[in-house]
C-alpha cells in the first residue's frame, strides 16, 4: 500500500518556525495535488494548505496562509510546509495528503495519506 513519509516536526516555542517535508512515490503521483491537514487534540481534522502538480496553484486555510509556505519540488518527489511565527494554536499532528482531483481543500478528496508527524508550540 502506497503511504507518504512526513518529517519534521517537533517541539517549538511560539514565534519559532518549523518545516515539514512529505516524501511520495515519483511513478502515479505525476498529476497528484499535496496537501497538508492537522489535526488537534479533541478537534477535528482541518485543511491546512495545498499546492498543485505543476506548482502553479496553492491554496491555504486563512489562518496560515501569512505564515506559512507551502512547497514542491518535482525531481525530488518532495512537498514541504514552512511553518513560520508558530502560535500556540497550531499544536497538532500534521498530515500530508495525496489528491488526484483538482486542488482540493476538502479532506475527502484526498486518497493517500501519511501516518503524520506531531508539532507541539509551547510558550
Known amino acids: 500500500q502506497v503511504q507518504l513519509g512526513e518529517s519534521g516536526g517537533g517541539l517549538v516555542q511560539a514565534g519559532d518556525s518549523l518545516r515539514l517535508t512529505c516524501a511520495y512515490p515519483?511513478?502515479?503521483?505525476?498529476?497528484?495535488?499535496m496537501g497538508w491537514f492537522r489535526q488537534a487534540p479533541g478537534k477535528e481534522r482541518e485543511f491546512v494548505a495545498a499546492?498543485?502538480?505543476?506548482?502553479?496553484?496553492?491554496e491555504y486555510k486563512d489562518s496560515v496562509k501569512d505564515r506559512f509556505t507551502i512547497a514542491r519540488s518535482i525531481a525530488k518527489n518532495t512537498v514541504y510546509l514552512q511553518m513560520n511565527s508558530l502560535k500556540l494554536e497550531d499544536t497538532a499532528v500534521y498530515y500530508c495528503?495525496?489528491?488526484?482531483?483538482?486542488?482540493?481543500?476538502?479532506?475527502?478528496?484526498?486518497?493517500?495519506w501519511g501516518q503524520g508527524t506531531q508539532v507541539t508550540v509551547s510558550s
Open positions: 499546492i498543485s502538480w505543476s506548482n502553479s496553484r496553492t
Open positions: 515519483g511513478r502515479g503521483f505525476e498529476l497528484a495535488t
Open positions: 495528503a495525496a489528491a488526484f482531483t483538482g486542488v482540493p481543500s476538502t479532506g475527502g478528496k484526498y486518497e493517500i
